[in-house]
């Protein structure tokens, strides 16, 4: 069967952040597309590529450009607002590389995104590869998987983030540069301020879970209690929220 010489190439750059800092370039892309093209007997050309981001997220606006900077990218804004957008577009931009002249299509996400659209995909004639920091057990689809292991810091920093925040409401407990949350309280706003985020994805049943996982000194759990040191920069939250425990 001759494929086409074309290859379309769709992230999720919530999936990028998770990633070590090594796979977060458009080079990096480029490398494992070039080896997928070349597995699959294609001339390598990519007809277009592009990054899917929400762009209130800093971390995900900052790789979304990159991605456009170094490899020609086109960037889609995914509202935080609107629960399942990020799902929603991601699988319009594969259908959209469904209908072009493509023999491959590259995706950048968690297997549960995947999952959505591989019959698609199939059943288009087309053939996929899916870069993922998950590790599938049962889930089988694509055509190449390239397993990334996620970046323990990258966790430690969304679960950081969200305790912060949590760190500046009344009555936060704060001593010593930690901050001290109930873990229902961390979850919903771990949640709150990343609503793509799951624990399942990190290969954990729950947030709890995934923390005792993490076996960093960053992030303690202790009972329904979690302690996390504040994140740079934040060091006056501390010292502020101590100064009122001790009045």
């Known amino acids: 069967m001759n494929l086409p010489r074309e290859i379309a190439v769709v992230v999720d750059a919530d999936q990028l952040t998770i990633l ?12 494992i597309v070039t080896g997928s093209a070349a597995s699959e007997h294609l001339a390598y050309g ?3 590529r592009t990054v899917v981001a929400d762009c209130s997220f800093e ?3 900052k790789l979304a450009e990159s991605l456009a900077a170094q490899g020609s990218y086109s960037i889609r804004h995914v509202p935080s607002d609107v629960p399942e957008a990020r799902s929603m577009i991601l699988y319009s931009e594969v259908i959209r590389a469904t209908h072009d002249s493509v023999g491959l299509i590259v995706l950048v996400s968690s297997i549960r995104l995947a999952s959505q659209v591989v019959d698609t995909v199939h059943t288009s004639g087309k053939r996929l590869l899916l870069i993922s920091s998950n590790q599938p057990k049962r889930f089988i689809g694509p055509d190449h998987l390239v397993h990334l292991p996620i970046d323990i810091q990258s ?5 950081q983030v969200a305790a912060t925040s949590l760190a500046t409401e009344p009555g936060a407990f704060v001593s010593k540069g930690r901050v001290a949350v109930l873990l229902g309280d961390l979850e919903d706003k771990v949640k709150e301020q990343r609503p793509s985020f799951n624990s399942r994805e990190f290969g954990k049943p729950d947030l709890g879970t995934l923390i005792r996982g993490l076996h960093h000194e960053a992030v303690q759990i202790n009972g329904a209690r979690v302690s996390v040191s504040l994140i740079p920069g934040t060091s006056h939250f501390a010292s502020e929220s101590t100064e009122n425990l001790q009045r």
Do not use: D, G
Request: charge should be neutral; proline fraction near 9%; glycine fraction near 0%.
């Open 20 to 31: 070590p800092k090594s796979a977060q370039s458009a080079a990096r892309i480029e490398e």
């Open 46 to 48: 990519v007809l277009h």
């Open 59 to 61: 971390p995900e606006r």
């Open 155 to 159: 966790v430690v920093y969304i679960i």
